[in-house]
C-alpha cells in the first residue's frame, strides 16, 4: 500500500512540564504539532513543519519517525525548545499555566520543503495568524484547510487571523473563543457569526462534554467519550485536530457523513491521549482499540425513533 | 382511547419571579409540579400532588387541569403560595435565588388522594427526603419511582436521603449533585457509586450539554438540542424529569432503549421550556413539534460506522 501523505501539518514542538491531581510530570514531549501528528498517523503520514532547540531530545524525533511522520520540515535551531509548564485542579476543563519559554518558538517561520507543497490537506495549529498565511502560500493548492487559533490571537491579532480565516475551510476552537471570537455568548449564534467570516465549518470543541459541528445548516453534536480515569487534559484538543485530519485526508471525502466520522475520530482519539501523561497513551494505542472505542461511542449516542403513537393525544386532547 | 392515570407526581407549585439577561417577569407560574405535569401531560394525564396557598390564581389551576392533569390532590391551605425570585446572567447554567418564601410549602405533607394509590409509576420531585418516603408509603405497588433532589437534601438530610434512594428506580441529579452524593469528581465513578445506593438507573444532567444516562453496564449520552434563543432556564430539569416519566408511562416498557427514547423526549420538552418564561411556551407546544425536533435530535447525533479499512494500516505498519 503506497504511503498516504497528503496531509500536512504546522504548530509547536515542546517540552512539557504538567502537574495534575494524580501526578507531574518534567519535561516531557509535547506541542501542538507533536499530538496531532502522532494522532493524524493511524491514517496517513503526516508531513510535520516545526522547530526544535538542540536540547531536543532525539528519542522524541525517532518516536515520531517511528509513526510514520515525514520530519523533513522539522527544523532544529540555535538555543532552547519551547517549554510549557501547567497545572490543572480537579475541574481538568481549566488549564493554568505557570511558565511559558517560546525559545527557539519566538522565532517559527515555517518553510515548507519543496516536497510539501503539493499537500492537499492542511492542518494550521495554533500559531500566529500571519504565520499561518505563509504557510498557506507555499502549499500549491489546498484541497482542506483547518486552523486551530486561540484568545491572545482572537484579541491582540484580530484583523490577522480575519483574512486568515477567509482562506480556511474549517475552525477548530473551544466554547470561549467562538464567544469571544464573535463577540456573541450564545454559542449558536457565535457559529452562525464565524461562519459569515470564512470558513464553511466550525467545530466548537467542549472538553468532557464533547464537540459540536456546524456547516450550513446543519449541526451535530458529538458526546465525549465518559472516562473513569482523566490523567493529562493536555493535547486533547491537538489529537482531536489529527484524528480529524488524518482520518478525512485517508478517506478522501469531504461530504457531511465523512466530517461527522471524522469529528467521532476525533473524539475517540482524544478521549486516549487523556488517560496518561504527554503522549504516552498513544505510543502504545492500537489500530483496533480505536475501532473498538468508536464502536463503543456509536453505541452511546445511540437512540431509536419515536413511536408515532405516543404522542397521538393520550385523552383525546 | 382510555385515559392514561398511571403517573402520580408530587413537588412544589410556585409563584416565580425572573430576572434574565432578556426580560423579567413578576409573579408567574412555577414550581416542580407544574412544570413535571404539564410535560407529562403530552403523553398520560398526571395525578398532582402539591400545595398552594389563599392567594394562588384560579387561572393557573383551570390551566393545569386544561392539560388534562388531576388536581384532586392539590391542597389548598390558609396563607400565601410559594414564592420564588431567582436572576440569571449571560450563563443561564447557573441560577442565582434572590428570594425563596416557603409559606405555605413549608407545611406540605403530601397525602395521595385514594384513587391515586393505584398509581404505577411515580415522580418525587425536589422535596424533603423523609416526604418522598411517605408519598412512597402510600402508593400500593409502584412499577418506576423516579426521584429529584437537590445540594440541599445532600447535605443536611443526608442519612433520610440515602433511606428515600433505597426505594428508588432512577435518580435524577445535576453534575455537582451527583458528585456531592458520591464525594467524588470524576462524573463516571460517581454516577457507579450512585448505582450502589439504591437505584438502578440514573440520569445526570448537564444543562445546555445534555444528559448522561447509567444504568448497569450501559451509558447513554443525549445532546442537548443546540438553541440560538435560551430565554428562562427556569423548570428546564423539571420539564425533562415530565418529559422522561409521561413518556415511560405513555409507552408501558421499562427497558433501555425505551429509557434512552424516554431522555430524548425529556431533552427535547426541556429545549421548548427554556425558549419562553415560566411555562408559557409549553402552553402552546404541538405534539407535532414534538415529534419534529425529536426528530432533530436524531439528526443531530447521527454518524455512520467507521469503514475498516481507513486503519488498516496506511504505512505498513
Redesign the interface.
Known amino acids: 500500500?503506497p504511503?498516504?501523505d497528503r496531509l500536512v501539518v504546522v504548530g509547536s514542538v515542546a517540552l512539557d512540564s504538567l502537574e495534575t491531581p494524580f501526578g507531574r510530570r518534567e519535561e516531557v514531549l509535547g506541542g501542538s504539532a507533536s499530538y496531532i501528528s502522532v494522532a493524524a498517523s493511524?491514517?496517513?503520514?503526516p508531513r510535520v513543519v516545526a522547530v526544535v532547540g538542540e536540547d531536543f531530545p532525539a528519542a522524541h524525533l525517532e518516536f515520531l519517525a517511528s509513526?510514520?511522520a515525514d520530519l523533513t520540515g522539522v527544523v532544529r535551531q540555535p538555543g532552547r525548545t519551547f517549554r510549557w509548564k501547567g497545572r490543572y485542579e480537579?475541574?481538568l476543563n481549566v488549564a493554568h499555566t505557570l511558565d511559558t519559554q517560546l525559545n527557539v518558538f519566538a522565532l517559527f517561520r515555517p518553510e515548507l520543503p519543496e516536497a510539501y507543497r503539493d499537500s492537499e490537506y492542511v492542518f494550521l495549529g495554533n500559531i500566529d495568524p500571519d504565520l499561518q498565511r505563509s504557510v498557506l502560500d507555499q502549499v500549491r493548492s489546498p484541497r482542506f484547510v483547518g486552523c486551530d487559533t486561540m484568545n491572545y490571537w482572537i484579541t491582540s491579532r484580530r484583523d490577522s487571523l480575519l483574512r486568515t480565516l477567509k482562506r480556511v475551510d474549517m475552525l477548530f476552537v473551544n466554547d470561549a473563543e467562538v464567544r469571544q471570537l464573535a463577540g456573541e455568548?450564545?454559542?449558536?449564534?457565535a457559529a452562525?457569526a464565524v461562519l459569515t467570516m470564512g470558513p464553511r465549518a466550525l467545530v466548537v470543541k467542549?472538553g468532557?462534554?464533547?464537540a459540536?459541528f456546524f456547516s450550513g445548516g446543519e449541526?451535530?453534536?458529538?458526546?465525549?467519550v465518559?472516562?473513569?480515569?482523566?490523567f493529562d487534559p493536555t493535547g486533547a484538543g491537538d489529537t482531536f485536530a489529527g484524528g480529524f485530519m488524518g482520518?478525512l485526508a485517508?478517506?478522501g471525502r469531504l461530504d457531511h457523513?465523512a466530517m461527522?466520522?471524522a469529528?467521532?475520530?476525533g473524539t475517540v482519539l482524544a478521549s486516549f491521549t487523556v488517560e496518561q501523561f504527554s503522549l504516552d497513551r498513544l505510543r502504545t494505542l492500537r489500530?483496533?482499540e480505536?475501532?473498538a472505542r468508536?464502536?463503543e461511542v456509536?453505541r452511546?449516542?445511540?437512540?431509536?425513533?419515536?413511536?408515532?403513537e405516543?404522542?397521538?393525544?393520550?385523552?383525546?386532547?
Chains 1, 2 share one sequence.
Do not use: C
Open positions: 500500500m504511503v498516504n493511524f491514517f496517513v503520514s509513526r510514520g480537579f475541574d455568548h450564545n454559542v449558536v449564534k452562525a467542549r468532557e462534554y464533547g459540536l449541526v451535530f453534536a458529538a458526546s465525549a465518559p472516562l473513569a480515569a482523566v482520518y485517508r478517506s457523513a461527522r466520522r469529528i467521532v475520530v489500530p483496533d480505536i475501532r468508536y464502536a456509536r452511546l449516542a445511540h437512540f431509536e425513533d419515536l413511536e408515532p405516543v404522542l397521538s393525544g393520550p385523552t383525546g386532547r
